[in-house]
Each structure stands twice: as C-alpha cells, then as structure tokens.
C-alpha cells in the first residue's frame, strides 16, 4: 500500500503564494494533485510520472500551479503562484501504481488527507 501525507495549505490573499507537501511510503508511479469545492468534485489540477519526470498541468491552472518532486525524498510539490479566491478549494495529492491521466481521480488508489487553501 501507499501512503500519503500532506502539508502545507492554509490562508492567503489574492496574488500570493503556497506551497503543498505530499510525502510518500510506497512504490508509485503517478502522482498528481486535486482539489474539491462544494460545487465541484475533484478537479485534476497537475500529474508526474515519477521516473522520468513527465508533467502535465490542467489548462485551468497552467502558468500558476507547478508540479515537482524531490525523488530522493518521495515528497511532490505543488507550487501555487498568483493565487485567486476561486482557488479556495480542499487540495489532495494522490498516487497511483499505474501511469494515469491527470484528469482522471478514479484512477488514483491512494489519496492524502487533504489541506484546506482559502484565498480571500
């Protein structure tokens, strides 16, 4: 099994920044990073293939929202620049053991806890 453990997340004014955690037990081959409102049930924002690096932004937060990983670590990183009130959400990182699309929440087992990001 995988397991996932945020950090991070937390309050901001528009046009700042966070910065997400995701530190990981366990073999994965994809990671990537949702997040979920009241009105929208888990958006995929951002994927990695963990062994060669490969990314893939959601067009709704590309040039704003930067995917990492530190490999030696196992930790993935979401970099959250520009930030705008519609950006309040509860963001997860999540894994899978397969390559899977960044789009695709149900093809992720494995899921963190969740971090709460309000921009006022």
């Known amino acids: 099994d995988v397991q996932l453990v945020e950090s991070g997340g937390g309050s901001v004014q528009a046009g700042g920044s966070l910065r997400h955690s995701c530190a990981a037990s366990?073999?994965?081959?994809?990671m990537a990073w949702f997040r979920r409102t009241d009105e929208q049930e888990r958006e995929g924002l951002a994927a990695?293939?963990?062994?060669?690096?490969?990314?893939y932004t959601a067009d709704s937060v590309k040039g704003r929202f930067t995917i990492s990983q530190d490999s030696t670590k196992n930790i993935l990183y979401l970099q959250m620049d520009s930030l705008k009130p519609e950006d309040t959400a509860m963001y997860y990182c999540a894994s899978s053991q397969a390559l899977a699309a960044c789009d695709n929440p149900l093809a992720y087992p494995y899921w963190g806890q969740g971090t709460q990001v309000t921009v006022s």
């Open positions: 366990g073999y994965t081959y994809t």
């Open positions: 990695i293939v963990i062994r060669d690096g490969r990314t």
